[in-house]
Nanobody, 125 residues
């Protein structure tokens, strides 16, 4: 069984930056696709970005259009962690952010196998 634990959420102002971290335990996830989703108030959970392991290196991450150019995903396979660096935050980025993992990037985007409990990010205007 895989456990994912997010950290780093909080209250920030518009234009600020914030980094979320996700620590995985239970098994080594170096071959898994890992990523982030968010659920904004009153909306469905949506894919934010994901990153996969090609077998020899980390592939370029995929991002939702709404965060492309502002958010950056990185992973450290040695530490079994994945981070989400969020720059130029906007009030509409306010959401609960969830870490997720799955065997492939395709499955990750649609129906991840594993979820974290979520961390709240609130961006004030």
């Amino acid at each position: 069984q895989v456990q994912l634990v997010e950290s780093g959420g909080g209250l920030v102002q518009a234009g600020d930056s914030l980094t979320l971290s996700c620590a995985a335990s239970g098994r080594t996830l170096f071959s898994f696709a890992m990523g982030w989703f968010r659920q904004c108030p009153g909306k469905e959970r949506e894919f934010v970005g994901g990153i996969r392991w090609t077998g020899s290196s980390t592939a370029s991450p995929n991002y939702a259009d709404s965060v492309k150019g502002r958010f950056t995903i990185s992973r450290d396979n040695a530490k079994n962690t994945v981070n989400l660096r969020m720059n130029s935050l906007k009030p509409e980025d306010t959401a609960v952010y969830y870490c997720a993992a799955s065997g492939s990037i395709v499955v990750l985007k649609s129906s991840p196998d594993y979820w974290g409990q979520g961390t709240q990010v609130t961006v004030s205007s």
